[in-house]
């Protein structure tokens, strides 16, 4: 596609469904990335994929939150029995390579839970 | 531990000024550095890309440097203008850990 795509854009939750966030990279691209930004905040790294593959899961805040990559291509992190303190915006980005390349970010998937 | 900063924090400047923005990293074994602006409520925007070979990007109004001996950057934005309003943010790609450490960011708004 033209550039990284997420979905949903919005999602409100009630506290304890899971949720699944979903992230279209550029087609091509074999590294994607997981960010969350809590409001007024920076950056938190949650993860990485290299091809379908992610060799460092540390930043993931808790077992609640997981990650999986197909093709080489879509991206979901899901995060089961959601807290309030989940509430962010999810961000995914892509770029050609792990080292070296630009990367792009979607515009992000907002989440609340009430 | 790489660890990025940002200053200022926020910067407030009359329309039509030229104004420097700096990054500082502690780990220079880095592949490349990266500009990007978020506006409000909305994802990263890439502004330039510098590799760790380099000495400087440049893209219209925006020059950006890479020091990478000292842990530096900046982004130099000539003539502002309010549509350059934003808060920006460098993010360094690290060798070690594959992934991009991000500074806390400057918010910069251009009055009219």
């Known amino acids: 596609g033209a550039g990284v795509s997420q979905s949903p854009s919005n999602k409100v939750t009630e506290k304890g469904k899971d949720v699944e966030l979903r992230c279209d990279p550029i087609?091509?691209?074999?590294?994607l990335y997981w960010y969350r930004q809590r409001l007024g905040q920076g950056l938190e790294f949650l993860i990485y994929f290299q091809g379908n593959s992610a060799p460092d899961k540390s930043g993931l805040p808790s077992d609640r939150f997981s990650a999986e990559r197909t093709g080489e291509s879509v991206s979901t992190l899901t995060i089961q029995r959601t807290q309030q303190e989940d509430s962010a915006v999810y961000l995914c980005?892509?770029?050609?390579?792990?080292?070296?390349?630009?990367?792009?970010f979607g515009q992000g998937t907002r989440l609340t839970v009430v | 531990k790489q660890e990025v900063t940002q200053i200022p924090a926020a910067l407030s400047v009359p329309e039509g000024e030229n104004l420097v923005l700096n990054c500082s990293f502690t780990?220079?074994?880095?592949?490349?550095l990266q500009w990007f602006r978020q506006d409000p409520g909305k994802g990263l925007t890439s502004l330039l890309l510098i590799q760790s070979s380099q000495r400087e990007q440049t893209s219209g109004r925006l020059n950006a440097s890479l020091d990478k001996s000292s842990g530096r950057s900046t982004l130099y934005i000539a003539a502002s203008q309010p549509g350059d309003s934003a808060t920006y943010l460098c993010?360094?790609?690290?060798?070690?850990?594959?992934?991009?450490?991000f500074g806390p960011g400057t918010r910069l708004s251009v009055l009219p």
């Open positions: 780990d220079s074994a880095i592949y490349n």
């Open positions: 087609s091509g691209h074999t590294a």
């Open positions: 980005a892509s770029s050609l390579a792990l080292t070296g390349s630009e990367a792009f």
């Open positions: 993010a360094v790609n690290r060798y070690y850990g594959q992934n991009f450490v």
